[in-house]
């Protein structure tokens, strides 16, 4: 069982990124796959989620109208398109899987991926 996220990089602000958060060795279509990141002194938040049969999502507010998260359950990838990148926003991403939103929004992950470093930078 592995989530791989990948995608992170270094941007100035205004850029964009595509992170991607691939499985392998489970069926994701069983999970709600979300998003956390922490930046350095910081502590771990939230930054998006997305159900495992229906679509539903959700953002973080300080992400709203900038990212958009999406999975595809036959490539067992979820995708957080991530635009306007502010330096706010440099963390390391971490992609999990959640039984449901409410566990996302309860901080209780199950399988979770390595991280992708995200630095927003001039």
């Known amino acids: 069982v592995q989530l791989q996220a990948s995608g992170g990089g270094l941007v100035p602000p205004g850029g964009s990124l595509r992170l991607s958060c691939r499985a392998s060795?489970?069926?994701?279509?069983?999970?709600?796959i979300g998003w956390v990141r922490q930046a350095p002194g910081k502590e771990r938040e939230r930054v998006s989620c997305i159900s495992s049969t229906d679509g539903n999502t959700y953002y973080e507010d300080s992400v709203k109208g900038r990212f958009t998260i999406s999975r595809d359950n036959a490539k067992s990838t979820v995708y957080l398109q991530m635009n306007d990148l502010k330096p706010e926003d440099t963390a390391v991403y971490y992609c999990?899987?959640?039984?449901?939103?409410?566990?996302?929004?309860?901080?209780?992950?199950?399988?979770w991926g390595q991280g992708t470093q995200v630095t927003v930078s001039s």
């Open positions: 999990a899987t959640f039984h449901d939103l409410i566990a996302y929004l309860g901080g209780v992950g199950e399988y």
């Open positions: 060795g489970f069926k994701t279509n069983n999970y709600a």
